[in-house]
């Protein structure tokens, strides 16, 4: 279904916009021993402790919290990913909801964010938002980005760009940006794209506007999602083995991810994988380990049946490649996934 338009008569509540905030857990939902520590710390708040923590929140909008999962984001496998789409997707079909925020560790929060923008049909604004700081911190982030989360919701601007990220005052499409810090506040990134946006003392201020097809626009449905079939993530190297092509075969892999070298080449252990992987009928796909540029088809690809990521890096291209799985492993098909998502 398409949600599009916000519902104009707000009986219950009284006229406000309505932003349902789902948490998820991630250091933005934790706390540590002491105020300078700033690592070793848990998940303990839920989404209303964060409400209490920023009082001007409901200033903006009539608040709402679904307390969704409770776990660091590398805790976050495929079965949660799909519980957090389906939870999202029913709050944005309520037709009194105007904009959703997902609260998420940062680790992976690039994933959920892209595999939300791929498979949500809704035009409302998601805005997905997490912290380098635990709310126990000195300087904690995850309060003002999550303000800031929240006003982008509202931003009429946001409608229909796809899934949005917030963090440290900029505004990114959620195919785009990628954690690019183990610990800085600036953590994140967009290098070839650039941010969407920047939010600077109150105003949202938008530059750009995502080209590629997202939510409503692509061909796949969560309803149609019982599960999601397991695709893995092979590190090229210098001496590289090829234990973890068969390792990956073996378990069940149906899809195989290659962080490769420079511009998607591949060691001579990941091109005999990536022959096993051709004749198991397991797809390949050449992305790259360096963080910035594109992966170029290449005359392998013909001769080993692989397909080129593009931009995606490994992580990313593995959801693609998850979704599209879902609906033919035909290699034309996985291609034109690449090319237009
Ligand atoms: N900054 C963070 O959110 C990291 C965190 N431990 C996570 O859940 O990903």
Not at 134 to 140: G, I, K, N, R
Request: charged content about 20%.
């Amino acid at each position: 279904m398409t949600v599009s338009e916000p519902r104009r008569d707000r009986r219950s509540t009284g006229g406000r916009p309505r932003v349902v905030v789902l948490g998820t857990g991630g250091t933005i939902a934790s706390s540590a021993d002491s105020a300078t520590q700033l690592h070793d710390y848990r998940v303990t708040a839920g989404v209303e402790d964060m409400f209490t923590a920023i009082p001007e929140l409901h200033a903006l909008a009539d608040l709402r919290a679904v307390n969704l999962l409770q776990l660091d984001s590398h805790a976050i496998d495929s079965a949660a990913l799909l519980t957090i789409a389906r939870r999202v997707a029913k709050e944005l079909a309520d037709p009194e909801v105007d904009g959703l925020i997902v609260t998420h560790g940062t680790d992976t929060l690039e994933e959920t964010a892209y595999f939300l923008n791929l498979v949500l049909k809704s035009t409302k604004p998601v805005v997905v938002v997490g912290a380098m700081r635990p709310a126990s911190a000195l300087s904690a982030d995850g309060p003002l980005n999550l303000y800031n989360a929240v006003r982008v919701a509202l931003a009429p601007a946001a409608h229909g760009k796809g899934v949005l990220v917030v963090m440290n005052d900029r505004l990114f499409a959620a195919r785009d940006v990628a954690k690019a810090h183990t610990t800085a506040v600036e953590a994140f990134e967009a290098a070839e794209e650039g941010c969407l946006g920047r939010i600077a003392c109150g105003g949202i201020h938008l530059f750009h506007a995502p080209l590629r097809l997202h939510t409503a626009a692509t061909s796949f449905s969560l309803d149609r999602l019982a599960e999601l079939p397991m695709a893995d993530i092979i590190f090229d190297h210098q001496g590289a083995g090829i234990h973890h092509y068969h390792a990956a075969i073996d378990a069940g892999a149906r899809g195989i991810v290659l962080a490769a070298t420079g511009n998607g080449s591949l060691s001579p252990s990941a091109r005999l994988g990536a022959e096993l992987a051709a004749r198991a009928g397991v797809a390949f796909v050449r992305s790259s380990r360096v963080g910035r540029g594109i992966v170029t088809p290449s005359f392998d690809d013909e001769t080993l049946g692989m397909v080129a990521a593009g931009s995606l890096n490994p992580q990313k291209a593995r959801i693609l490649l998850m979704l599209a799985l879902t609906q033919s492993h035909e290699l034309h098909h996985l291609r034109s996934c690449f090319e237009r998502y």
